[in-house]
Nanobody
Framework: QLQLVESGGGLVQPGGSLRLSCAAT????????MAWFRQVPGKEREGVSC???????NYADSVKGRFTISRDNAQNTVYLQMNSLKPEDTAVYYC?????????????????WGKGTLVTVSS
């Protein structure tokens, strides 16, 4: 059974850090591009970062220099290290897999989603 499970969300003060994890079961995630998204109630889901099969990465301008996406193939897990967090980073964060894209990574055409983890940045 295919499954993506996010964890690591929580409450953090501005300027703090969190590391989100996305554990995959039912497939080997290093064979597919993976992406992190976030969504605030009432707003559209936003692509935050993605990583290709070969390790190429992409970041939204709003998180560039603060967030880092990585993958641990032995753990079959993708991570999102978030530093220098701001109140505007508050959102539910989702990971997703693209089973059809062979090169690069993208924020469209995702085939499978996790259920999300809530990140709240507040003093």
């Amino acid at each position: 059974q295919l499954q993506l499970v996010e964890s690591g969300g929580g409450l953090v003060q501005p300027g703090g850090s969190l590391r989100l994890s996305c554990a995959a079961t039912g497939f080997t995630l290093d064979e597919y591009p993976m992406a992190w998204f976030r969504q605030v109630p009432g707003k559209e889901r936003e692509g935050v970062s993605c990583i290709s099969r070969y390790g190429a990465t992409n970041y939204a301008d709003s998180v560039k220099g603060r967030f880092t996406i990585s993958r641990d193939n032995a753990q079959n897990t993708v991570y999102l290290q978030m530093n220098s967090l701001k109140p505007e980073d508050t959102a539910v964060y989702y990971c997703a897999a693209n089973f059809r894209l062979s090169l690069g990574c993208s924020y469209s055409g995702m085939d499978y989603w996790g259920k999300g983890t809530l990140v709240t940045v507040s003093s």
